[in-house]
């Protein structure tokens, strides 16, 4: 990847050859081991290239902003535990919408035994169908979501059960889920 980035260096494809730099910096990343603990500004910053990559694919149609309280950057995560959430907001909340749509991800400050933060998008929420299982056995797990069942279960494994997955708003303007797990 770094030597056709260096091809598209050369041929003056800057944007081609950065996200070139980028895919090769999540490869990377996903390939560490799942169940292992990262920073949340290592999670980020794969997020960050996550997303770059998507803006160049859907332009104007994707906004993005990340605000996570510089104290929580260095407390740990269980490697990529954000990416499923932001996919499924960007699949199901933002690309069916045709002039697309925004993206938050930002910390619960207020909590200090805990760290939560939100996966906010402005989609059409979840479908009532799924909102309905949820509340009724009070778990994730219920949403068609591989992503958002194995997610939940690696921090609940890791944690415990006090932490996990939640949906915290899901209606017709979007839907926020938060990922909780302990501070270290």
Do not use: W
Not at 39 to 49: G, P, S, V
Not at 57 to 68: H, P, Q, S, T
Not at 76 to 97: R, S
């Amino acid at each position: 990847l770094n030597s056709i980035a260096r091809t598209a260096y050369f041929e003056n494809s800057h944007t081609t050859e950065e996200l070139i730099y980028c895919l090769s910096d999540i490869l990377r990343y996903t390939l560490k081991s799942e169940n292992q603990l990262h920073t949340i500004e290592a999670e980020l910053d794969y997020i960050n290239k996550y997303l770059y990559i998507q803006k160049v694919r859907f332009k104007d149609r994707l906004n993005f902003e990340i605000n996570i309280s510089e104290e929580l950057l260095p407390q740990h995560i269980l490697n990529m535990t954000l990416q499923p959430i932001v996919e499924n907001a960007l699949i199901h909340g933002i690309t069916p919408k045709r002039d697309g749509g925004s993206l938050k991800i930002y910390s619960d400050n207020e909590c200090k035994d805990t760290v939560i933060i939100y996966v906010e998008d402005d989609g059409n929420g979840f479908p009532q169908s799924v909102l309905t299982a949820v509340r009724k056995n009070g778990t994730i797990n219920q949403t068609n979501s591989l992503g958002f069942k194995s997610t939940d279960r690696r921090l609940k494994q890791y944690f415990g059960d006090d932490y996990g997955l939640f949906i915290k708003k899901s209606d017709y303007s979007g839907s926020i889920v938060g990922i909780k797990f302990p501070r270290n």
